[in-house]
């Protein structure tokens, strides 16, 4: 096959943040609606807070994106190729010894 694939990908580390909080729930922690009510609703009395059912918030780390480019032959090869590159650039350390594929775009 003829053309290339840019291949972008993350280290991933053992102490990275991946959750999802319902804001229902955090809105039930006392110590989170005293907090938004000293900021929001300062010296207000009989204040209720709702929220729309389905509301997340998403907590992650932010890890930086590596890009690689590869012959579309190496397809099947892809994530083999991403750890090759993370090795070669020491970008694997104790602890952050994963890679994630993030995007595959075809040339």
């Known amino acids: 096959m003829d053309g290339t694939i840019m291949l972008t990908y993350r280290i991933l580390c053992d102490t990275d943040l991946n959750t999802e909080i319902s804001i229902k ?3 039930e922690n006392e110590k989170v609606l005293k907090a938004i009510k000293l ?3 300062k010296g207000a009395r009989n204040a ?3 929220t729309s059912e389905g509301a997340v918030l998403r907590i992650e780390t932010i890890r930086e994106i ?3 480019e590869v012959s579309k032959d ?3 090869d892809l994530l083999t190729l991403a750890e090759d590159d993370a ?3 020491k970008l694997l ?3 952050c010894e994963r890679v994630e594929l993030v995007d595959i775009e075809t040339l």
Do not use: G, M, P, V
Request: glycine residues 0%; hydrophobic residues 40%.
């Open 93 to 95: 350390k104790k602890n």
């Open 48 to 50: 209720t807070f709702s």
């Open 66 to 68: 590596h890009i690689l």
């Open 25 to 27: 729930e955090l809105l």
């Open 74 to 76: 190496d397809f099947a």
């Open 87 to 89: 090795k070669n650039k």
């Open 39 to 41: 900021e929001y609703a």
